[in-house]
């Protein structure tokens, strides 16, 4: 697979930033509560309607995207991707960003992060991780690792382990690396998810220690097979929500960002609308089975095909520019790593 552009840099972080601002609203709300309110989410919602976050502004991005964005920033300073530096910056998002008070760190990240502020060794800290987080964040290190030419599962390994040093985080981490590399190569559906299965034994042996968790392979392969009986997206969530789960562990947030994906992989639009209206970690998997979605539009050429008002909005709101972090990252003209450049 050749390296990644900057321009689909772009198209894929656009794509992760606005699933996690419009999943945003309805995070942790339950399947039902959200059909009440808001029907299949249509874009950004008002964040009064917001079970749990009705303190955001509309079309806000979240940790998800905070965290992806910093770590990018600090791999480009540092030229590779370090645990302890993982750390540090983790460190310095959560005091800047009031992480703890606005309540979007997870529980794995906020026990972790403490343990090493206090002087814990990342490699130990991150020895009872289990939840999303680290899938949250994996795509910071599989975009750095693609563009510079890095080993993928040690660069993975590298971004989770200070909280996610677990055998489910990291085959969760692991399977969206290997799925996301296959889709940025042209891979058809059925190798995106063999892609996924070999990712998720891979991470699994990186793992200090074996852990009883379900298997992400089996739960994808599950879907699959059921699709053609769904008849359409709501019947698909009600069985992801219902069947499967759709809470913090990263089996579950995982595996329901990958079968939305293979509901409609070529339409990261609707990826976002359904992540966003399935219920649990809406913003998480919304994020990212839409990058997935995105990536395999980029492999044919093609935008995300988001509504522009959207991306716009998101953009505006969040004061992002993903067009020069994209260059950094890819070691365009813009993309020389200067100490102190911010994102």
Request: charge should be negative; proline fraction near 6%; aromatic fraction near 6%.
């Amino acid at each position: 697979m050749n390296r990644p552009s900057a321009a689909t840099l772009r198209v894929l972080l656009e794509a992760f930033a606005v699933g996690d601002a419009v999943g945003m609203a309805t995070e942790f709300m339950t399947r039902r509560e959200i059909l009440e309110r808001f029907g299949m989410v249509r874009g950004p919602c008002d964040p009064s309607l917001s079970k749990n976050h009705g303190d955001l502004r509309r079309a806000q991005v979240t940790d998800d995207t905070e965290q992806v964005l910093c770590l990018l920033d600090e791999y480009c300073l540092s030229g590779g991707i370090d645990p302890r530096r993982t750390a540090e910056r983790l460190l310095r998002w959560a005091k800047e960003s009031d992480a703890v008070e606005k309540r979007y760190i997870g529980p794995s990240s906020k026990t972790a992060l403490r343990a090493i502020a206090e002087g814990a060794d990342p490699a130990e800290a991150g020895k009872r991780g289990t939840t999303c987080g680290g899938v949250m964040r994996s795509p910071s290190a599989i975009l750095f690792a693609l563009c510079r030419g890095l080993p993928l599962a040690e660069s993975v390994r590298g971004c989770l382990m200070p909280t996610h040093n677990t055998e489910p985080a990291l085959g969760a981490g692991m399977a969206y690396a290997r799925a996301l590399e296959a889709a940025l190569g042209g891979g058809s559906p059925d190798e995106v998810a063999a892609a996924a299965r070999f990712g998720e034994a891979e991470g699994a042996a990186l793992a200090p220690w074996p852990f009883c968790a379900p298997s992400l392979g089996e739960r994808v392969a599950c879907f699959r097979s059921l699709m053609v009986d769904f008849g359409g997206p709501d019947a698909a969530l009600d069985f992801l929500y219902g069947v499967f789960g759709t809470g913090l562990e990263s089996a579950d947030v995982a595996a329901a960002a990958l079968c939305v994906y293979f509901w409609a992989p070529d339409n990261p639009w609707l990826c976002i609308r359904m992540g966003a209206s399935i219920g649990g970690d809406t913003d998480t998997i919304a994020a990212l089975a839409a990058m997935l979605a995105a990536a395999t539009r980029a492999a044919k050429g093609q935008g995300h095909g988001i509504p522009e008002g959207v991306l716009s909005e998101v953009l505006e709101v969040n004061g992002l520019d993903l067009a020069a972090l994209a260059e950094r990252v890819a070691g365009g003209k813009d993309g020389a790593d200067r100490p102190g450049e911010s994102r």
